[in-house]
């Protein structure tokens, strides 16, 4: 006969282990990393170039303090060496040793140790986090430009009444072209707003990656969901006020990408997934095509000009130019170029103010390297949107079993990498500063870890909950 006992057979329940208080940190101390990173004009715009330049100096000597030490006891787990994005650094080498027949040493120098500065956060992000982790840093990062942006727009429109200039200047007497101004009071006008980042090209593309990343933690049943879908709204809020019509056509290219993605996953036989290749390639091809032919009406509809607002003619034939005096090697490496170097200043202007950079990193990296230079930036992203792409689309496998469910997690490198790559043909910051954290960051961690949770570390966290390597 069955009798009642006090004394169960199953265990008594126990909390589930968290993450140490060292890891937290080290995921906070990450955080930073990346709000610096693609936050550094708000950085600028708050403590000037000095300090700017010691706020990236403090953040990549912390990070070799805290990764020095993780080298030498293999933790979280032993450094890939073999999985470097070796192109990737050959670029920084080519870089640094172009200082040899650079037409202006000084920037080459300079911009060369912020290159390298960001190569070495990106390699210490890949190696310390998980995919899980760096995921959720990215979404904590984008969070917090996007919330500094609105309180600093809403603070200048109702309590200061006027745009702000940097470093909270005083705006002098008499007429200022907007494009000094931080902040330009447009919240409530219905013009551009620029957020923290002082820049409405730059917020915009922030917003798109920021609406990619939520959106995968949405897909991945993340813990406050209702949380993320309004981050998402207000993502979207800027990138609409934004206007900028890059950061539109880079959205389309990353939401047929997505498209594409989605079917190639439910993709059952081979043959299925060489119709979706065929119809996708030639359905870009005559979007394209259409989109060349109609550049004219649909510029002047988001109200640019048909040479890409001064881009073709006053920007692009003056690089093309100085690029053919040296086009092997190019003249010297300068991502970002300094405006006030003899080499740069008041070579190309726009409203009066000196550009830094080429407006498309092809020709900029032409400039800069030449044909050597293109070669290995053209090798590095077409082997980060390769990995990328069969990241998103191949099932996860690691055994005999074939059946194993896909993560939205691995969605993200190639969405990133396309946006970049879209971005890239009308600006060039995809080959300095958060652009070029993302290409190492990336192709190191594709590289080193091609699985999602598999091969990361021997104890993975993720809310809160340990879970056990898959053998």
Partial sequence: MAQYTKHPVAAPPTAPERESTGHLLLRAYVILILFATFAHSAVYNLLGILGAGVVLAVLTLATLGIGIPMLARSRPQPFRWRRLPWTALGYTTLALVSVAWSQWRGPTLLTWVLLAAVTVNALFIAHVLTWHEIVRALS????????????????????????????????????????????????????????IVGNANLLAIVSLFAIITFGVLFAARARWRTTLALWALLAAYFLFRTSSATAFVCAAAAAVVLAVALLMRRATTPGARTRIYVVAIGATLIGVIGVWLAREPLLALLGRSSDLTGRSDRIWTKVLARAGEHPIFGNGFSSPWIPTD????????????????????????????????????????????????????????????????????TLLPSLFTVVLLVQGFSESTPIMLWGWMLVILLSFKLKSVPLVGVGERDLLFERGARQRRVP
């Fill in 140 to 195: 904590s990062a984008f969070k917090w430009i996007l919330g500094l942006s609105l309180l600093l727009e809403a603070w200048v429109s109702l309590v200061v009444h006027g745009p702000l200039l940097p470093n909270f200047a005083t705006i002098p007497e008499g007429e200022i072209d907007p494009q000094w101004y931080w902040v330009r009071d447009n919240l409530f006008d219905g013009g551009r707003i620029q957020g």
């Fill in 342 to 409: 003899p080499a740069f200043d008041r070579w190309i202007t726009d409203h009066d103010i000196t550009v830094f950079h080429a407006h498309n990193m092809w020709l900029d990296v032409l400039l800069q390297l030449g044909v050597v230079g293109i070669v290995l930036m053209a090798v590095a992203y077409g082997s980060l949107l390769w990995r990328s792409w069969f990241f998103a689309v191949d099932r996860p496998r690691w055994d005999l079993h074939a059946a194993r469910t896909f993560s939205p997690l």
